[in-house]
């Protein structure tokens, strides 16, 4: 990796403090860049993807928690 997109990837990191969002979001926009006519490979749709990301560009939504219920016994006030 070289060292523009590594400081991309260090202020995407601590913008989201998520690597996965981080690399769903980027993967997704780059996915859409390589695709355009203009594209100049994927090295470049990566880092495209970053520097929008970075400059608010891109709509994300981070998904809320989910309640998991515990694993274990099953109570028994439901009998």
């Given at each position: 990796?070289?060292?523009?997109?590594e400081r991309?990837?260090?202020?995407?990191?601590?913008?989201?403090?998520?690597?996965y969002?981080?690399?769903?979001?980027?993967?997704?926009?780059?996915?859409?860049?390589?695709?355009?006519?203009?594209?100049?490979?994927?090295?470049?749709?990566?880092?495209?993807?970053?520097?929008?990301?970075?400059?608010?560009?891109?709509?994300?939504?981070?998904?809320?928690?989910?309640?998991?219920?515990?694993?274990?016994?099953?109570?028994?006030?439901?009998?």
């Amino acid at each position: 990796m070289n060292e523009a997109r590594e400081r991309l990837v260090k202020d995407a990191l601590a913008r989201l403090e998520s690597r996965y969002m981080v690399v769903s979001v980027v993967a997704k926009r780059a996915n859409q860049l390589a695709r355009h006519p203009e594209s100049q490979g994927a090295g470049w749709a990566i880092n495209q993807a970053l520097k929008e990301l970075l400059d608010d560009k891109i709509k994300y939504e981070v998904p809320a928690e989910e309640k998991v219920p515990k694993k274990g016994r099953a109570s028994r006030s439901g009998k």
